[in-house]
């Protein structure tokens, strides 16, 4: 009997470090499966460690800020060269680049592909001419991908209202890409903070606009001066190569001011989730947001923007607040009523967001829809025993 090759699937995005930290399981699964996985990001910290794990990285230079033809049709063009050298059964495409050109260049390469939605973002918060080009780039590639999974229903909604998808019949419902529950689990001794003095929130992500940022300093500004108790911190990347980037100046403006404490960037960022007595993110509109899947796995309250993606993840009055998006004063009354809440009504909102992610969020049915979905349209079998088999399909 003719032994199967070795499967092979690309992962290719506009950051290593989102599907080292994003997808961590996913990419253990198929290598646990002898499955030959290579990322295809810039290179960043975490090449290093996706290596570590049997990753082969190859670095790609992608300019997400900015629409310069010629640096895209460059994209477009290195990745049809990197698919027509490596031949891989199947790739998987994250965030808007690599979405759009890798989609037409896997078809250029006539390989099979999968487009992963991870959120929106400027194309559908904005009306500018770049994101009317997106959007007109989108239809043309969305017709070549195998399927096109969204993170929310109301991602796949918009795309179906605006007529983007050649073929409507390929879009899947994933309904986020999970959490693993044991790697973000409560903290054993977070019960010993109820006597603590404070009230620290803090904010994780890149530092753009579009996440609030700015309404959540502002809310600080005012909080401040009520709570002295107080405290707001910033954890994440500054400056980066996206049109609603933070500047570092503007940062240090905040810090001087003592409106916010910034943290830096964190490889880990479990302590400060374990830290802090709620998770903040006032985002214009999020994919399913990964900040709040950890904070809630770690029994965290949340206050979050009432849009696409958060709602997905808080229930409003029963695992934290929503608010209206880019509304400072509406944030501003829901951190009030975290910070007026005593320590037990808090730890109770997160102890339900727990259970919310284990009943929804759990990693192991994200990890179960790759597996079965590589089985599909290769034509080989990942058994859950770690062997690709033979089944009755043929790959083309």
Not at 66 to 72: C, F, L, M, S, W
Not at 139 to 163: C, K, Q, S
């Amino acid at each position: 009997m003719k032994t199967e090759s070795p499967l092979h699937v690309c992962l290719v995005s506009n950051t290593a470090w989102s599907i080292y930290n994003y997808r961590h399981g996913t990419l253990n699964a198929l290598r646990e499966r002898g499955i030959i996985v290579t990322v295809i990001a810039p290179k960043d910290r975490t090449f290093a460690l996706l290596e570590q794990i049997g990753v082969r990285c190859i670095d790609l230079r992608v300019a997400s800020k900015g629409t310069n033809p010629i640096e895209d049709l460059a994209l477009l063009g290195t990745l049809r060269r990197h698919y027509r050298t490596l031949r891989p059964d199947l790739v998987f495409h994250y965030t808007i680049k690599p979405n759009i050109y890798g989609s037409i260049a896997a078809a250029l390469a006539r390989v099979k592909s999968i487009a992963v939605t991870t959120g929106l973002g400027y194309v559908f918060i904005q009306d500018s001419t770049a994101a009317r080009v997106a959007r007109a780039l989108y239809r043309f590639a969305f017709r070549f991908p195998r399927e096109v999974w969204f993170l929310n229903r109301d991602d796949l909604d918009a795309f179906r209202g605006e007529a983007l998808l050649a073929h409507p019949d390929r879009a899947r419902l994933l309904n986020g890409e999970g959490i693993d529950l044991a790697m973000y689990a409560p903290d054993p001794t977070d019960t010993a903070r109820a006597s603590k003095h404070t009230v620290d929130f803090i904010l994780i992500g890149r530092l753009l606009w579009d996440k609030g940022v700015g309404e959540y300093v502002e809310a600080a500004k005012t909080l401040r001066a009520r709570y002295p108790h107080a405290r707001f911190k910033l954890l994440g990347p500054v400056g980066v190569a996206n049109p609603s980037a933070i500047s570092q100046a503007e940062i240090d403006a905040w810090v001087g001011a003592g409106h916010v404490e910034y943290l830096g960037e964190a490889h880990d960022v479990r302590p400060y989730i374990a830290q802090a007595d709620c998770v903040v993110l006032p985002s214009y509109r999020e994919g399913v947001p990964r900040t709040l899947l950890e904070a809630s796995a770690m029994a965290k309250p949340i206050v979050a923007t009432d849009v696409p993606g958060c709602r997905e993840v808080v229930d409003d009055g029963v695992t934290g607040l929503l608010c209206e998006a880019r509304d400072a004063g509406d944030l501003t009354a829901k951190l009030a009523a975290m910070i007026e809440m005593d320590a037990r009504a808090r730890r109770s909102l997160g102890e339900r967001g727990r259970a919310k992610m284990e009943a929804e969020f759990d990693e192991r049915h994200v990890v179960d829809r790759y597996l079965k979905t590589l089985s599909a349209l290769t034509g080989q079998r990942v058994d859950s025993q770690g062997a690709n088999g033979n089944s009755n399909g043929n790959s083309e």
